[in-house]
């Protein structure tokens, strides 16, 4: 945590570590390692009621030019094609939200469609997925991290599913 791209906040009630700049899994997941064994430790808390990921992807490609040109890079159960050829070139930007339970403990909401980003002028794609699980159970850093896991593969694999491969091998 050493750029600055990395914030922690410590609430009577929650906490959380979040980073715009994400350095991968490995390096993420060693960090919040160390977040909630550390609250473990001094705040101890006796009760979890939520473990949360969220990965927020702002997608660009310099072939994108309209919004229908999307549909080589994003998944084709979630991209509108339909919607965006009948509105034509008035559309500026579009999202639909959608819950859905990979697992009987877990929600993981997918906010996607695409905007103009106003610094650049350029057609992104935002493919937002929030996964968690809910409920009172005692709080145990190995069962927080292994929930963190999960929801971790959960969250990839929504975004592999709202992704085409082209766009990936682009920004790999």
């Known amino acids: 945590m050493q750029n ?3 914030l922690v906040t410590l609430q009577n009630d ?7 700049e994400y350095p991968g899994w490995e390096e993420f997941s060693a960090a919040l390692g160390r977040l909630v064994k550390g609250v473990q430790k001094v705040i101890s808390p006796r009760v979890e009621n939520r473990v949360g990921l969220r990965f927020v992807n702002q997608l660009s490609h310099p072939d994108v030019r309209s919004p229908l040109d999307w549909r080589h890079f994003i998944g084709e159960e979630i991209f509108q094609e339909k919607l965006y050829s009948s509105v034509g070139p008035s559309i500026s930007a579009a999202m639909q939200v959608m819950e859905i339970q990979p697992s009987p403990e877990q929600s993981l909401v997918v906010r996607h469609g695409f905007q103009k980003d106003e610094s650049t002028g ?3 794609y935002i493919l937002d997925n929030d996964c968690s699980r809910q409920g009172a159970r005692p ?3 190995a069962s927080i991290m292994k929930t963190a896991e999960d929801l971790h593969i959960s969250a990839l694999r929504a975004f592999e599913k709202g992704t085409t491969e082209a766009l990936r091998d682009f920004y790999s």
């Not at 929650?14 to 715009?20: G, K, L, P, Q, R």
């Open 122 to 124: 350029r057609l992104t």
């Open 4 to 6: 600055g791209a990395w």
């Open 14 to 20: 929650h906490f959380a570590i979040e980073t715009t």
């Open 139 to 141: 709080f145990e850093s």
